[in-house]
């Protein structure tokens, strides 16, 4: 009886953790390698770093998720090069794996866009570490203006700049409007918190810019409510400890805040890197693998490439790096391998994103929802979200603890996980 082929999956997310649990009942022997122990629902990460939810509510141990799957284990590690001659990978700590099929889905950082200092200043938000920064850094301004004698220096403390306003940057604008008009009202007795100053900038002609036109504007329309200026067409061109520079209508003007938050761009995993140096696949500009149309690389059938990590073109369009073509992803991987190993019914030999739609949240019973040709706006938006974000968390109990957290924050106005953790991460990088 010939040994059941070794399948290996790189990254817990989305599109890694769908494909590995679509492949329970196969006769093949399933690794899940990640850096971290856990699946994190990055769409809630915002809620997290503003205040309205634990980093526990939404994430969820690797090892819980996949324990009743006898063929699948989980491996702590962090891949730093890949064989494709041998077929293996190498980890940091020095142990290597051997495959027969190799599954790639470790998403995407941070893009600066070549200005890798301005990290230190303005962190972005893909993990729980960011999250808690971010969190900190927000919460430490407000305390830091209560000590405040000087008024001017006060109101410098309690202008917040958001840089992007894709569906991350407007979530956060939102949310940080909320914390100063609604959350933070008679905490302070030195200033009024409903005084801070939220700044969007957004380099496209609109926010959200994916989104209907009329949703773009509804949008706006409403971080305007909740004391947001919005300011389009302004590319950021630099960012300092205590202030941001941007060129609007070939104009450089300059805003002085202490905290600087960056929603603006994704790079993919160094690991596209490595691939390409070791298969000669083509990258990106943002350092995206070029896939074939099954999600395999050239010359290269058993090894596939998923979610962020990869560039998926559909009828001339690249397929969005959102939770919802990771998920479908990782599906179709799992049909592709079952076919191959287990002889079961062939997929599509291409695969196919079927867009179910955007959503963005944008404050207390407001919400915008593109959804096909329907374009939804407000409390019936705002309801759809929080419905398909709780149906999509992996875990049962992490769906009653957000439901439990958000019911509660709605009735009382309140955002109970307002921790400052940490340690001022800017002065010691």
């Not at 609007?248 to 905290?259: G, H, L, M, N, Q």
């Not at 990106?284 to 690389?297: K, N, Q, T, Y």
């Amino acid at each position: 009886m010939s040994p059941q082929p070794h399948i290996i999956i790189v990254g817990g997310g989305f599109a890694g953790l769908y494909a590995a649990q679509n492949l329970a009942e196969l006769p093949a022997i399933v690794t899940l390698i990640d850096r971290r122990n856990f699946h994190l629902f990055q769409p809630l990460l915002y809620q997290v770093a503003t205040g309205g939810l634990s980093p526990a509510n939404i994430a969820a141990p690797l090892r819980a998720i996949l324990k009743q799957q006898k063929n699948t284990s989980v491996v702590l590690g962090e891949v730093n090069n890949i064989d494709a001659r041998s077929q293996s990978l190498f980890l940091a700590d020095g142990s290597c794996y051997s495959y027969d099929y190799l599954v790639l889905a470790t998403g995407a950082s941070h893009n600066y866009f070549g200005n890798d200092s301005w990290e230190r200043y303005a962190p972005g938000l893909k993990t729980i570490e960011d999250a808690t920064e971010i969190r900190r850094r927000l919460l430490s301004a407000f305390e830091a203006a209560e000590l405040e004698p000087d008024p001017i220096k006060q109101r410098d403390l309690i202008r917040f700049v958001i840089v992007g306003g894709g569906a991350t940057g407007v979530e956060l604008s939102g949310a940080i409007g909320e914390i100063a008009h609604q959350t933070l009202k008679d905490n302070f007795r030195n200033f009024d918190p409903a005084e801070a100053e939220i700044i969007l900038l957004e380099g496209g002609t609109r926010i959200l810019e994916s989104f209907a036109p009329q949703l773009s504007e509804k949008a706006k329309l409403a971080l305007e409510r909740l004391g947001v200026t919005v300011l389009e067409s302004s590319f950021v061109t630099d960012i300092q400890s205590d202030y941001v520079s941007f060129r609007r209508a070939d104009k450089t003007e300059r805003i002085i805040t202490s905290c600087v938050l960056w929603a603006a761009g994704v790079q993919a995993s160094p690991l596209g890197r490595i691939l390409a140096r070791e298969t000669g696949v083509s990258l990106d500009r943002a350092g995206r693998v070029m896939v074939a149309s099954d999600l395999s690389i050239p010359g290269h059938d058993n090894i596939f490439v998923l979610g962020d990590l990869a560039c998926v073109v559909q009828a001339g369009k690249q397929v969005p790096g959102v939770a919802p073509a990771a998920m479908q992803a990782g599906a179709y991987i799992a049909k592709v391998l079952k076919h191959r190993i287990g002889n079961s019914r062939p997929p599509p030999s291409t695969f196919y994103y079927r867009d179910r739609g955007s959503m963005a949240t944008i404050g207390r019973s407001l919400a915008v929802a593109q959804i096909g040709r329907l374009s939804l706006s407000g409390f019936i938006a705002w309801i759809a979200w929080l419905f398909i974000h709780i149906m999509f968390l992996v875990e049962f109990s992490n769906r009653i603890l957000v439901v439990v957290q958000w019911g509660w924050n709605y009735l009382t106005r309140n955002r109970t996980a307002r921790l400052i953790t940490g340690e001022n991460t800017t002065e010691k990088r």
